[in-house]
């Protein structure tokens, strides 16, 4: 069969470094940062299986940025591999200002002075990057700093707009830690100043995905899409789920957001640590129901920025998170700023393998069932039945076709036991799907008959070394071809 060579590819993919690479079906993010952001380390990252490299907008210039951005595209245009790029904003981050002598030493029972005036920080008073703190605190609060190792109480809310707070878990208070109020409702935008000039350089970049911090509404996510919206911007966005507000509000946020990050540090400590456990398997669940790739991030492999081993605790909980059905897994200061960044995505590797190799098991039947709700049922139902009949009969790969990327997302929620492939005219949505459980993503723009390009999509494989002949393919697609419909047909094909 002839085809256009120009509007299908899948760079390099042919090559056994591109198979390899995508062998595993839970993907991995990883942050870059000093320690990776050279195009040899990130090279070595790529190859070790890196999916989505997560840029931190907390740190680092916008000229720094760029210069990441280049390297990952660098490898994306020169390996067969189609890397995200993932931008995380900063978000309405507070903290306390700079302390004398970097160390100010806090004993329960002291009385300290919150205050919104730039100072250098004493026992007298502490600058707080929260102009309307006395605004929204309340006697009795709570705040917990440097992630949750010091506890102070609000005692007194002055007119001048201090806050006296009394220290109930002492400690050593050092410069711009962070601040968390657990008890407080923040008034604080979603995005900051700070955020937005952040994003319109994400914007003008054409990164893959933009994560928006400390979500606690639907409406943080409107406002964020708007601004995408307004500049036309095809990057997906991320709803990082890391406050109690978000966990009211989780059914409209997942559905507004395009995908989900369970930031369980900043969770861990704005809810009970003991909570944390089964808000991130039910977090998993929720969003498998609704198709929405879901992150699991923070302290996964932490040990290794300083040792080439994990702790045994640390091998679990990656473990755990692939048998519950997670998208992806995220590395933060193992890969920016430890001395094996290499290694732990090496080792992060092993564990997915191991574990989707001897114990994969998904209750498909009970749990990931099409929801009647939906307005996408009837496509639902269609793509769930595909990887059912794809189970059934031991098929060697499944297929699917999108513009949008819906049918990617929900073929890969039912998180089917065949290889997944998906093709796509859509060349943004290529690297977008790395996120996503399973997905190997084509660029494919033919639009003839539906049998060509079922056929097309079968020799595109068998020429990659995907399939063989005598394997078994399940496609789905849509006809007819040129109105663009919902997923509506199911195909069984033996390879020639």
Same mark, same amino acid.
């Given at each position: 069969m002839s085809r256009n060579s120009e509007k299908y590819a899948y760079k390099g993919m042919d090559k056994q470094a591109g198979i390899e690479h995508n062998y595993k079906r839970t993907k991995i993010v990883a942050t870059v940062g000093p320690a990776s952001a050279d195009y040899d380390t990130m090279l070595g990252l790529a190859r070790a299986g890196v999916n989505v490299f997560r840029l931190n907008f907390s740190h680092g210039s916008h000229e720094d940025k760029l210069a990441i951005i280049n390297n990952i595209r660098r490898i994306n245009d020169e390996q067969p591999f189609n890397v995200a790029i993932l931008g995380d904003l900063q978000g309405p981050k507070l903290r306390v200002g700079e302390i004398e002598n970097n160390a100010l030493p806090v004993a329960p029972g002291d009385i300290l002075t919150f205050t919104n005036e730039k100072c250098v920080g004493t026992k007298e008073k502490i600058y707080v990057s929260y102009p309307n703190l006395a605004g929204d605190v309340k006697l009795g609060n709570k705040i917990l700093i440097d992630d949750g190792k010091l506890e102070v109480v609000v005692r007194s809310i002055e007119k001048n707009g201090d806050v006296k707070v009394e220290v109930t878990i002492g400690g050593v208070l050092s410069s711009k830690k962070g601040i968390n109020l657990p008890d407080t409702r923040i008034s604080l935008p979603a995005l900051t100043d700070k955020d937005l000039a952040d994003l319109e350089f994400i914007i003008e970049q054409k990164l893959d995905w933009v994560a928006l911090s400390f979500v606690r509404s639907v409406k943080d996510l409107v406002i964020l899409r708007s601004k995408l919206d307004e500049k036309k911007s095809k990057t997906k966005i991320i709803a990082k789920i890391e406050k109690p507000e978000a966990?009211?509000?989780?059914?409209?946020?997942?559905? =507004?957001?395009?995908?989900? #990050?369970?930031?369980?540090?900043?969770?861990?400590?704005? #809810?009970?640590?003991?909570?944390?456990?089964? +808000?991130?398997? *039910?977090?998993?669940?929720?969003?498998?129901?609704?198709?929405?790739?879901?992150?699991?991030?923070?302290?996964?492999?932490?040990?290794? +920025?300083?040792? !080439?081993?994990?702790?045994?605790? =640390?091998?679990?909980?990656?473990?755990?998170?692939? $048998?519950?059905?997670?998208?992806?897994?995220?590395?933060?200061?193992?890969?920016?700023?430890?001395?094996?960044?290499?290694? &732990?995505? /090496?080792?992060?590797?092993? +564990?997915?393998?191991?574990?989707?190799?001897?114990?994969?098991?998904?209750?498909? /039947? /009970?749990?990931?069932?099409?929801?009647?709700?939906?307005?996408? %049922?009837?496509? *639902?139902?269609?793509?769930?039945?595909?990887?059912?009949?794809?189970? *059934?009969?031991?098929?060697?790969?499944?297929?699917?076709?999108?513009?949008?990327?819906?049918?990617? %997302? #929900? $073929?890969?929620?039912?998180?089917?036991?065949?290889?997944?492939?998906? %093709?796509?005219?859509?060349?943004?949505?290529?690297?977008?799907?790395?996120?996503?459980?399973?997905?190997?993503? %084509?660029?494919?723009? /033919?639009? =003839?008959? $539906?049998?060509?390009?079922?056929?097309?999509?079968?020799?595109?494989?068998?020429?990659?070394?995907?399939?063989?002949?005598?394997?078994?393919?399940?496609?789905?697609?849509?006809?007819?071809?040129?109105?663009? $419909?919902? @997923?509506? !047909?199911?195909?069984? @094909?033996? &390879?020639?």
């Open positions: 966990i009211t509000n989780i059914r409209d946020i997942i559905l =507004e957001s395009d995908a989900i #990050m369970i930031a369980r540090g900043d969770l861990g400590v704005e #809810m009970p640590v003991e909570k944390v456990p089964m +808000i991130q398997k *039910d977090l998993i669940r929720k969003c498998m129901h609704r198709a929405k790739p879901v992150i699991v991030a923070t302290q996964m492999m932490e040990s290794m +920025i300083d040792r !080439v081993k994990p702790n045994r605790s =640390e091998i679990t909980d990656v473990a755990n998170a692939v $048998l519950e059905g997670a998208d992806a897994v995220m590395l933060s200061g193992e890969t920016a700023t430890g001395e094996h960044p290499v290694l &732990v995505v /090496e080792t992060m590797t092993k +564990i997915i393998r191991e574990i989707e190799n001897t114990a994969y098991q998904y209750d498909r /039947e /009970e749990m990931m069932k099409p929801q009647p709700h939906s307005p996408s %049922f009837l496509s *639902d139902a269609i793509c769930y039945n595909a990887c059912k009949i794809a189970l *059934d009969v031991n098929a060697d790969a499944l297929v699917g076709m999108t513009q949008s990327g819906y049918t990617a %997302f #929900m $073929l890969s929620s039912y998180r089917p036991k065949a290889p997944l492939y998906i %093709f796509t005219k859509e060349q943004s949505l290529v690297p977008q799907l790395s996120l996503s459980w399973g997905v190997r993503a %084509f660029y494919y723009a /033919e639009e =003839e008959s $539906l049998d060509d390009i079922i056929g097309d999509q079968i020799d595109i494989l068998k020429e990659r070394g995907f399939i063989k002949g005598g394997d078994v393919v399940i496609n789905t697609g849509s006809t007819p071809v040129d109105l663009h $419909l919902p @997923t509506n !047909v199911i195909k069984v @094909t033996r &390879v020639n």
